[in-house]
């Protein structure tokens, strides 16, 4: 073995950080810049610093304010985010098993899916009135039509081979969905669960900021609003910050662990 070999075997190997080590260097190194230009800017009421809306979240955490709107937006929130994924799962089985229900699902995302879900408040305020029932109803919206598409896409995308052998053994109707397409598109509907998730949360967020359900009753929306109003920037920045963070935990530690469950550990990622 010659003496270039001996030297590059021992060199040791270089030092690599791991995946949420390198988010967290970039979450820090956001925050130093976030920290630096509003020290820069010198203008609390336009952009507090990152200090400073720590110091505002730590207080709306300790009298109670932000868990209460929290609560209230997630419980909203979940509502609409399960039936937007019954309706959907319920559509996408139809097109599965019959060109009418693929005709029904393309139709309805063509006519549907361009629409923001915003514009359908005014509707909701008619139908449901002002409440939590508009926001679910807006909120559905919003999760059904991404996450339709994602699963129709994931199904398509089943080879024909692994089709035919899934009938060969005999699955039909319901149970050739839930026991082969499912498992053989759970990439594609988990990369569409994450979709109608960021979708419900943009649309929860900018429903509640035009009305909530109540001064009482409002989410994280209608406390930035309110504080927006008041020119409690810092507690804006609370708010916002709030919604980052529970978007960075569920993202963490519902998604990830649910790919690591299952597509990872199945073979499926590319």
């Known amino acids: 073995m010659s003496e270039s070999t001996l030297s590059t075997s021992a060199r040791p190997a270089p030092f690599t950080l791991g995946s949420r080590a390198r988010r967290l260097v970039i979450l820090v190194g956001l925050a130093l810049i976030w920290e630096s230009y509003a020290r820069w800017l010198g203008n609390s009421l336009l952009l507090p610093s990152f200090l400073e809306t720590l110091v505002a979240l730590w207080e709306n955490l ?5 868990p209460e709107r929290v609560r ?9 985010y399960g039936i937007g994924i019954g309706v959907a799962a319920i ?14 699902l393309g139709l309805l995302t063509a006519m549907f899916n361009p629409l923001p879900a915003i514009a359908l408040l005014p509707v909701a305020l008619l139908w449901f009135g002002v409440g939590a029932s508009s926001l679910v109803f807006v909120i559905v919206h919003s999760v059904l039509w991404p996450l ?16 035919m052998a899934g009938r060969n053994i005999g699955l039909t109707g319901p149970s050739y969905v839930v026991g082969l397409l499912i498992p053989a598109a759970l990439p594609s509907i988990l990369s569409g669960l ?8 943009r649309t929860l967020i ?10 009482r009753e409002g989410g994280l929306g209608w406390f930035i609003f ?6 409690e920037t810092a507690n804006v920045f609370a708010g916002l910050l709030t919604v980052i963070l529970i978007g960075l935990a569920v993202e963490s530690f519902v998604f990830a662990t649910l790919n690591r469950l299952t597509v ?3 073979g499926q990622e590319a």
Do not use: D, K, Y
């Open 62 to 66: 300790r009298n109670g304010e932000l």
């Open 72 to 80: 209230a937006s997630l419980g909203i929130l979940l509502t609409g």
């Open 91 to 104: 559509i996408t089985a139809l097109a599965a098993l019959s060109r009418w229900g693929e005709s029904l």
């Open 148 to 163: 339709a598409l994602a699963c129709h896409a994931g199904f398509r995308a089943v080879p024909p081979t692994l089709r």
């Open 194 to 201: 994450r979709l109608g998730w960021a979708f419900a949360w």
């Open 206 to 215: 900018a429903a509640e900021m035009v009305f909530g359900a109540s001064a």
């Open 226 to 231: 309110v504080n927006r109003s008041q020119l």
């Open 264 to 266: 990872q550990r199945w």
